[in-house]
DNA sequence: GCAAGATCGTGAATCGTTTCAAGGTACGCT
DNA sequence: AGCGTACCTTGAAACGATTCACGATCTTGC
């Protein structure tokens, strides 16, 4: 029952602990019959290296810290497995945490990912406290934020501002002139500039305040698009084009349209964000914005390597990557 | 830049390590006068504690590791949720894994989890390794499967035979004689026990082999489904009810019957399996069989908190708990 | 004024690793 | 024989916390 350690391989194969330790670390200091007497002494006790201990000893674990705020949005989700498969690939792991949309449960998630002695943390924050950020790296952590720049630290997001734009522009140039954008929280930075960089771009084009209208939905789920689909059926005169913030949003919206007879694009046409595997398959094709979630998980993880590897001369990159319209059916 | 132990507090307080410690863990061993310096010291110094050092010395750590096939199903992910909920109102952290689909990388979970020391994990395997099942059980770890039942550890899981069954026996109560069955890979056991029940109550039915049609789909998402549909519409005859091993099939194949003109559930009805939150808010809202899955989650911190709190006599219990048809518009 | 408790605080041992200086052996070379 | 080199192996000192037996100091009661 008791946890087999270092020590009794080391008894079982006649040797001592450190060179149990070589085998397992730099097994070419080790002669071979040692090396192999100790390796069957391995697999005959079921030894398994306590990585707590090895981490106390090494100062920081192999571990990367991955705060998202929901494995609701498969958006987080594959940015998070992105970034994970990059760290794997580096010998490190990730510990994934949820914020749950509460800023008390992110704190929380820090608060463990610290005391885990966790070497870096990738977050999306909820609405990002420099403070606390400044405490994690002034802790020595590498942190890289997700789709919000910070100062001092690094950071990889889209752009989008322009990724806002490009959906109603997309929606202008199929000469729709009364829009409809359902957001999310407007509190959330990149839901704000999604909304902003639409509006800038509607009214660049010559749409007045008039043309447009806002739902800001408190959550960002297809129920929620369902449910801003109901209000929006009750606008007079209707919206011709809509822009949802997300694409949970979008499929809700063009579900509840599609049910009440509304043809969507013809009467109706409607963007979404992100492009999540669900966009493609919709009743009606997603046309979306697309934000590139590998490219994005792989570089959070890049960057945060690369400021553990080498933490004293570390220049802290701000990376923005373009999102891009992908046209389908539904506008 | 390096990181304040208990030692550097205690210096600042002028006070002994262990005294620091009794502060963290047993505050009223301490005067209040002496308390109240170190709690000052360790604000000051902005101390945070390592857990790695602490489980080390405790022998295992407060933390229970979930092992998921995949976080794109919002099944999984929800499950992990209400599962990590109980865990935190006990003090216990989840550390979240998942197997991507390979039996390769759920082994590396699982060496991962054990490496880290973690006192229990919760699985849902892909395919019973029980040996290895009997390792991590050796090794003093709780193991709890979900929706599996091993020998000798506790389980939880919903009666996916009995969930197939009402399925299908809803398909049948509203008349219809062709059916078709779209799975997911059946060497996946629940997948097949759903497929098993579903098959079983069709032929107690009355229906014969020639009457059912089955798809196994090497994946479980709406693609998969949408791919299913395709081929679907080329059957001769036509079938008029489907039953979906999950919702993701059952979404894509609904969205692209709807997009090729069949009318869901006029001419062909449809059944799903989890009750995502997605089911609700399709075109056309899916009748579905509902997993308990907050319940099962929650079970699972139990029965693992049970085992490591008083592992010396423990029962293994086998959970069972039974779904339940949501009758929607689709079926 | 003193013994017996009660109340606090200390310091060393410990958990399972890694690391590294130092010790052994064997071998070849002069 | 003596010495230098290579190659292995050892043993002890960390890492940062917890725990616990033991002192030190203060009360209390007689």
């Not at 885990?116 to 990002?128: A, E, F, H, R």
Request: proline fraction near 4%; charged fraction near 25%.
């Amino acid at each position: 029952m008791a946890r087999i350690s270092i020590r009794d391989v080391a008894i079982h194969a006649g040797v001592s602990v450190g060179t149990v330790s070589n085998v397992l670390n730099r097994p070419n200091l080790v002669a071979e019959a040692t090396r192999e007497r100790v390796q069957a002494s391995i697999g005959e006790l079921g030894f398994v290296r306590n990585e707590t201990a090895r981490q106390l000893r090494q100062g920081r674990g192999h571990i990367l810290g991955v705060v998202l705020p929901t494995m609701s949005n498969p958006h987080f989700t594959e940015v998070g497995r992105a970034a994970e498969e990059a760290m794997n690939a580096d010998g490190f792991d990730a510990l994934w945490c949820t914020s749950d949309g509460s800023r008390a449960k992110e704190q929380r998630c820090l608060d463990f990912l610290e005391e885990q002695n966790v070497s870096g943390v990738l977050i999306s924050p909820l609405d990002l406290d420099e403070d606390r950020v400044a405490e994690l790296h002034g802790h020595g952590l590498a942190v890289v934020l997700l789709d919000r720049v910070g100062v001092r630290v690094c950071s990889v997001g889209a752009d989008h501002r322009a990724g806002g734009a490009l959906a109603a522009r997309h929606l202008l140039t199929r000469r729709h002139r009364r829009l409809l954008f359902v957001t999310g929280p407007l509190s959330a930075r990149p839901v704000r500039e999604r909304h902003h960089g639409a509006v800038r771009a509607a009214l660049n084009a010559g749409l007045t305040e008039r043309d447009l209208t806002t739902f800001e939905q408190a959550e960002m789920t297809a129920a929620a698009g369902q449910a801003a689909a109901v209000r929006l059926l009750t606008l007079d005169p209707l919206p011709t084009g809509v822009f949802c913030a997300n694409d949970l949003l979008a499929l809700g919206l063009v579900n509840e349209l599609v049910r009440a007879g509304v043809k969507v694009p013809a009467e109706i046409s409607v963007v979404g964000y992100d492009d999540i595997d669900l966009a493609a398959t919709a009743v009606v094709p997603l046309t979306t914005v697309r934000q590139p979630r590998a490219e994005l998980g792989r570089t959070a993880t890049e960057l945060a390597l690369a400021e553990t590897g080498d933490p004293e001369h570390h220049d802290h990159r701000q990376v923005v990557l373009s999102p891009e319209l992908i046209v389908r059916e539904s506008a």
